[in-house]
């Protein structure tokens, strides 16, 4: 079955385009990084989660993907929080960059190919910033260097800005100065403060702008021509439009295909951001509000990546509902499976069941290559999950089940594919379903013994046809997110979603 193309939407042309590569078989994507300077937020979950996904679908596809994502391991933000905790501004940053990537592991993004750091590449900002001086885009003041944008009349091409809409303060790295010659020229190079760290260069000791180091880090890994740039709509201006007419500026044949951003992570409809002290850390998610990374990660992935999403707990508690469901129904079908495993078990798929697979293969490639429509595919999900369901119901374990035993193993396979691409595989189903019933049990305030010890308490009430006890037990379980199922061989409990 032949995947049909993929479009992504391009925001240089503000509409979907099919995805050409510059080199046949391979991608070049470079994703903007994080300034290390505290813990990372559900916002930068957000922009990675959706990179990791075009990567991973990439690789699904056959490309081979070079990723770049970098850090801004030396900027204002830092340095400030590293003067007031009075810690070295790159010991700083480098323990809250091993923090993201603990961080971003938990919710299974892939490790890029690099992850270059701007304080290792100082050299190649020099570099690109010497280029741009001799090209006549960039002019010296008391040590710091500018970047003239009336030099550059193709500024603002991406974002689509008029110049009279452009204030200093982008990004809260930009002061008004009044020696620049038009207010929004932007810093390449600032001349060194006490206190700061500061390299040597041609225009006296300082640090790079905030801008450059995207523009030369590209360059070095990438070469002036790739194939996608990514990052948060909010870095569409200034910092996207910044790099563009840096790298055109130091080379003129510097040319991005396809810019990609994704939306916001808001909170009560306001934008989640450090600076305006509206957000959780990944951190606050996984630990503090108590969800399962893949919970949170399924979260993202239920709102399309260029839409905004608004943050809940309740959201959140649906999500983990979803992940346990699918991680139990595959969990039932590998214990049914067991016993017959190693048999290699031949035969054709029974003719419904090859159906509904190769129409819920095609929605998935359709869905996934229609600029990444992750809702659809966790939507599509669940009906190779009730056929699992279904179908178990049905299997009584004897070897002469063999049409049962194939649909099942074709089942199993084609939603564990599908997970894998997605980035929603986990470790074992075992351990995942003990991870969100541990955390499921940490939000109710309950353990499992005293769980345990209520179910026991309520058969005891129902075997004495106290009934209004029972469902009283019962009932305040399930407002804790506790639910109990009256099985066969006894009563058991499961993770739920709380009423509203």
Not at 4 to 16: E, G, Y
Not at 139 to 151: A, P
Not at 228 to 252: T, V
Request: proline share 5%; charged share 25%; net charge negative.
């Amino acid at each position: 079955m032949e995947n049909p193309q993929l479009v992504l939407f391009n925001s240089m042309s503000k509409q979907k385009e099919v995805f050409k590569t510059r080199v046949e078989g391979q991608v070049s994507m470079y994703v903007c990084g994080i300034t290390p300077y505290d813990f990372s937020h559900i916002g930068h979950a957000r922009a990675y989660v959706a990179f990791d996904i075009l990567y991973r679908y990439l690789k699904h596809l056959g490309y081979e993907v070079k990723y770049v994502r970098n850090f801004t391991d030396i900027d204002d933000k830092i340095i400030k929080r590293a003067n007031e905790s009075g810690e070295d501004p790159l010991s700083l940053s480098r323990r809250f960059s091993e923090a993201f990537l603990q961080d971003v592991a938990e919710l299974r993004c892939l490790p890029p190919t690099h992850e270059p750091r701007v304080s290792d590449h100082i050299e190649q900002i020099k570099d690109m910033i010497s280029k741009i001086m001799k090209n006549g885009y960039g002019y010296t003041m008391e040590g710091d260097v500018y970047f003239s944008i009336d030099n550059f009349p193709d500024y603002c091409q991406l974002s689509g800005r008029k110049l009279d809409d452009n204030r200093a303060g982008g990004g809260g790295r930009v002061s008004v100065d009044l020696r620049k010659q038009n207010p929004a020229d932007f810093a390449l190079w600032k001349a060194a403060k006490p206190g700061e760290p500061s390299w040597d260069s041609p225009w006296g000791p300082g640090r790079p702008g905030w801008h450059i180091e995207c523009s030369a880090m590209s360059a070095q890994y990438l070469g002036d021509a790739f194939d996608i740039h990514g990052g948060g709509k909010d870095l569409i201006f200034p910092h996207h439009e910044n790099e563009l007419a840096q790298s055109r500026a130091a080379c003129p044949e510097h040319k991005v295909s396809y810019w990609m951003h994704n939306g916001f992570v808001n909170k009560d409809n306001q934008k989640m951001s450090k600076s305006d002290d509206n957000f959780f850390t990944i951190r606050d998610v996984m630990i503090i509000a108590r969800y399962h990374p893949l919970a949170l990660r399924f979260f993202l992935m239920r709102t399309h990546y260029r839409s905004d999403v608004n943050y809940s707990d309740r959201q959140l508690e649906t999500a983990s509902d979803r992940v346990f469901y699918i991680y139990q129904t595959l969990y039932e079908c590998q214990q049914a499976l067991s016993p017959f495993r190693q048999e290699n078990i031949q035969g054709q798929v029974p003719a419904d069941i090859k159906e509904l697979i190769d129409k819920f293969h095609s929605d998935f490639s359709a869905s996934m290559s229609d600029d990444l429509h992750t809702a659809a595919v966790l939507d599509d999900l669940m009906e190779p999950l009730k056929a699992i369901n279904s179908n178990l119901k049905k299997f009584k374990g004897k070897k002469q089940q063999r049409p049962l035993i194939l649909t099942l193993l074709a089942l199993e396979k084609e939603v564990t594919d599908v997970l894998g691409i997605l980035g929603l595989s986990g470790s074992s189903c075992a351990e995942v379903l003990q991870q969100l019933k541990d955390k499921a049990l940490s939000r109710a305030g309950l353990t499992e013994e005293q769980v345990l010890q209520l179910i026991k308490d309520r058969n005891l009430a129902r075997k004495n046809k106290e009934y209004e006890t029972s469902d009283k037990i019962r009932k305040e379980l399930y407002d804790k997110g506790i639910a109990l199922m009256d099985e066969s061989n006894g009563t058991v409990w499961r993770p739920s979603e709380p009423p509203e």
